[in-house]
């Protein structure tokens, strides 16, 4: 009996996830289904797991490449040209379909004649389980597009594996995956959404996308090797390619979206590390990518926040420190250091008014509204300067704070710092004083030995919050810190009634790069208490490990 669907489950070297993808497949609500085990000439014991897998499933073909193209590209056409489905959908090895994935993406091919189906797709982080949708704003509702014409913003949702394809749409553009480059994903779907009549999408999750934030080497995921040039030439191949096929294809009015979504979600990718990066690095990443940069839109740079526009910009001009003094704020709400102004008052991004009438563009920063906007939404940057060890389970920290906006009066001012371990605050009060105009500067105490722990103990990680009080009203903003300093590590017995913890003070390690502590409970409330809490998490079973702890101690 010929498969209503075909799913291909691309593999290389990945022999402990693979049998969970597979199972995802295995399970579907929809059984006539064909399952492509396509393996790119792995090393480890992947073959032996696949072929173990089609030995227990009658619908599972075991496929292997007779060598490693390094990619997801040739894997998939491979299991393309044996495909025997009128419908084909694709997995990687390190991530699941819902149950019901086949059966709602087949249901919509049925519902009408469409070229492909699309649904949500959940990202499930590894590091902690934590679940978000991707993209959720763009799959919300159900309903049928008749090009990508009238809804360029799905440009944005770049994954091939979120979709089931109707076979004969793809062998009649003779659409397949280009190999030898990475980001493949990218220009596979550029070109489906632009080749299809129609295509449906539907709001039910289809797709479970598991992410490894921090895993390095071999294990990190293509788009998680942002450290490596050779990714940052693709990905902008990959674009070069897109811009090709619009252009040839005839629809070259996506070029601004399609430059919106690169600057938007793909340069923003590389513009977060940044301040991880040293001059060489920086270097090598600008004369790749300012090239690039130089050849979109103007009109997409100016639909971007101003913050991401400032980091382009002194990119483009090789401000390379300055460039990560801003990155560290994206996201944030963290104002500049300091601002220049012209000759009419006009306010940019760092020591010296531009000279270029386009950079005088990306680089004002009048719509942040560093001197008008409410207090407690206006703009500062505080950044911890000096942090040693104090007495005890103490640390000692010097805070820095800009103003660039002059938003504070002149002389002390009253602030605190925020730290929330479980559901209680401690705040530690502290005053900042003036250094000169816009610039204040505090030194800070913190006692880890007062923080509010919970009874049954406390497993997690929070980063201080800086809140800074005029006039009865309350600012409260991240605070940074040094990226790099000498981890600090210390056991603390808080009271009677909670066992010890392991606290760790470090600094965040990505992202803006704040300080960062973690608690590590130990003894009798990592390994019993905290177990049964996290089961059944209500006030009555709290209480009675309180007692339970109580007594064993």
């Given at each position: 009996m010929t498969p209503d669907v075909t799913v291909t489950v691309i593999v290389h070297n990945d022999a402990a996830r693979l049998p969970r993808a597979v199972e995802s497949v295995r399970r579907q609500t929809h059984r006539n289904i064909e399952i492509i085990i396509s393996d790119d000439h792995s090393t480890d014991e992947t073959p032996q797991v696949a072929g173990r897998l089609a030995s227990e499933d009658p619908r599972i073909l075991n496929l292997r490449l007779p060598e490693n193209s390094g990619g997801c590209s040739a894997?998939?056409?491979?299991?393309?040209?044996?495909?025997?489905?009128?419908?084909?959908?694709?997995?990687?090895?390190?991530?699941?379909l819902t149950d019901n994935a086949v059966e709602l993406l087949l249901s919509a091919h049925r519902e009408r004649e469409i070229d492909f189906a699309m649904g949500a797709v959940v990202r499930i982080r590894e590091d902690g389980g934590r679940r978000t949708r991707w993209m959720p704003h763009l799959v919300a509702e159900r309903r049928t597009v008749a090009g990508i014409e009238s809804e360029p913003r799905l440009l944005f949702e770049h994954l091939s594996t979120s979709k089931m394809y109707a076979r004969a749409f793809l062998d009649r553009h003779d659409l397949r995956f280009p190999e030898g480059v990475h980001y493949e994903d990218q220009l596979f779907t550029a070109q489906a959404y632009c080749l299809a009549k129609e295509f449906t999408i539907i709001?039910?999750?289809v797709y479970r996308w598991h992410?490894?934030?921090?895993?390095?080497?071999?294990?990190?995921?293509?788009?998680?090797?942002?450290?490596?040039?050779?990714?940052?030439?693709?990905?902008v191949r990959v674009q070069r390619l897109i811009d090709g096929?619009?252009?040839?294809?005839?629809?070259?009015?996506?070029r601004e979206d399609k430059d919106y979504k690169f600057l938007k979600h793909d340069f923003r990718m590389y513009a977060g590390d940044l301040p991880y990066r040293d001059e060489q690095w920086l270097n090598s990443f600008a004369d790749i990518m300012i090239p690039y940069l130089e050849a979109l839109s103007h009109h997409a740079y100016a639909r971007l926040p101003r913050t991401e526009r400032v980091v382009l910009q002194l990119i483009r001009e090789r401000r390379f420190t300055e460039a990560r003094v801003a990155a560290r704020g994206l996201g944030r709400?963290?104002?500049?250091?300091?601002v220049s102004r012209d000759a009419e008052g006009n306010p940019y991004w760092g020591d010296s008014v531009p000279t270029t009438a386009w950079s005088r563009r990306e680089l004002d920063v009048a719509d942040l509204e560093l001197d008008t906007r409410p207090f407690p939404s206006a703009q500062f940057r505080h950044e911890i300067t000096e942090l040693t060890r104090g007495p005890g389970a103490s640390i000692d920290l010097t805070i820095r704070t800009y103003d660039p906006g002059l938003r504070l009066p002149v002389g002390p001012q009253r602030a605190s710092l925020l730290l929330t371990p479980g559901r209680r605050?401690?705040?530690?009060p502290f005053r900042l004083t003036p250094v000169h105009p816009g610039v204040f500067e505090g030194h800070v105490h913190l006692?880890?030995?007062?923080?509010?722990?919970?009874?049954?103990?406390?497993?997690?990680?929070?980063?201080?919050?800086?809140?800074?009080?005029?006039?009865?009203?309350?600012?409260?903003?991240?605070?940074?810190?040094?990226?790099?300093?000498?981890?600090?590590?210390?056991r603390i017995d808080y009271h009677s009634a909670t066992a010890p913890h392991r606290v760790t003070v470090e600094p965040e390690g990505r992202g803006p790069g704040r300080l960062q502590l973690r608690w590590e409970p130990v003894g009798v409330t990592a390994r019993l208490v905290r177990p049964v809490v996290r089961r059944v998490a209500g006030p009555r079973v709290r209480r009675a490990a309180r007692l339970v702890r109580s007594a064993l101690r």
């Open positions: 894997p998939r056409n491979r299991a393309l040209e044996i495909a025997r489905a009128p419908y084909v959908m694709f997995l990687d090895s390190d991530d699941e709001p039910e999750p992410i490894a934030p921090y895993a390095t080497g071999g294990g990190a995921s293509i788009s998680n090797q942002r450290d490596r040039l050779g990714n940052v030439r693709d990905r096929f619009l252009a040839e294809s005839g629809h070259g009015a996506l709400a963290v104002a500049p250091r300091r605050r401690l705040t530690t006692d880890l030995t007062t923080a509010p722990i919970p009874h049954h103990g406390f497993a997690g990680i929070r980063h201080p919050l800086l809140r800074l009080e005029h006039q009865g009203l309350r600012h409260t903003a991240v605070l940074l810190a040094p990226l790099t300093f000498p981890t600090l590590t210390t």
